[in-house]
């Protein structure tokens, strides 16, 4: 990695750090007293792709991170099928705390409130302006409504180009938790759709890269796609991931 680089990255994670400390003090929704652990973010500073999703589920709020259990192994597939590691990527939420609803067996996740998401917003910009992502996809429909409006949705609307906060350019795609809730024939369908989704990420990375006139760091090429791609979608034989 070059000096510049580390000296960047270093920046960066201490303008993160604090802005995670003041998360983790937050109580501004009732969630704030609910949640186990505050799940702030977590990846690459120096990402060019920031992966934004709802909120956290049972297991971020279990283990404080984004994205783990079975939708996070889903998401590291997804990365994976356009040649990106999950530490290769920033990833957090429209909200750091778990949206809970009471429910018979203990509470169960919800969607974020609007409420909720604009109290949360500031956390949000931040990370957008520290990272300074050159693209974001927004993962399930609450995350997209975030940024492009309550009207937005996700079957008819996703998989296109959107202007993002700070103009960066935006793409929602359906949840990996969305995925893995389907059944028969409706998996490989979806799969398609987001396999569809994610070309268009791995274009707009490589377009943007190219219009900075400075290609990915060497550390951050992508390794060509696996072979099997097109038959299996995010690595693996159909049918198989959820
Ligand atoms: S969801 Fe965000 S704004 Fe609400 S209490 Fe948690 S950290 Fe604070």
């Given amino acids: 990695m070059r000096a510049l680089d580390l000296d960047e990255r270093t920046r960066r994670e201490r303008l993160l750090a604090p802005a995670a400390a003041v998360a983790d003090a937050c109580r501004k929704c009732a969630i704030g007293y609910e949640r186990r652990h505050n799940v702030y973010g977590e990846g690459d500073p120096l990402a060019a792709l920031m992966v934004i999703g709802e909120g956290p589920g049972e297991t971020e709020d279990m283990l404080g991170r ?3 259990g079975r939708a996070g192994q889903l998401l590291e597939k997804m990365l994976g099928a356009i040649g990106l590691a999950r530490e290769d990527v920033y990833i957090c939420n429209t909200v750091k705390c778990r949206p809970t ?4 067996r203990g509470p169960r996740n919800r969607a974020p409130e609007p409420d909720e998401m604009a109290n949360c917003r500031p956390f949000l910009d931040e990370q957008i302006d520290v990272v300074a992502p050159g693209v974001i996809l927004a993962l399930g429909a609450p995350a997209a409504k975030s940024f492009l409006g309550r009207d937005f949705q996700i079957t008819k609307m996703r998989g296109r180009w959107y202007a993002g906060p700070n103009g960066v350019p935006l793409i929602a795609s359906f949840h990996p938790a969305y995925i893995l809730r389907q059944t028969g024939g409706e998996i490989e369908a979806v799969k398609r759709l987001v396999w569809r989704d994610l070309k268009a990420v791995r ?6 890269a190219a219009l900075r006139a400075a290609p990915l760091r060497a550390d951050k090429m992508p390794e060509p796609p696996p072979e099997p791609l097109q038959t299996g979608l995010f690595g693996e034989a159909p ?3 959820c």
């Fill in 66 to 68: 984004p994205f783990v």
């Fill in 101 to 104: 609803s009471p429910g018979p």
């Fill in 203 to 208: 274009a707009k990375l490589d377009e943007v």
């Fill in 239 to 241: 049918g198989t991931v």
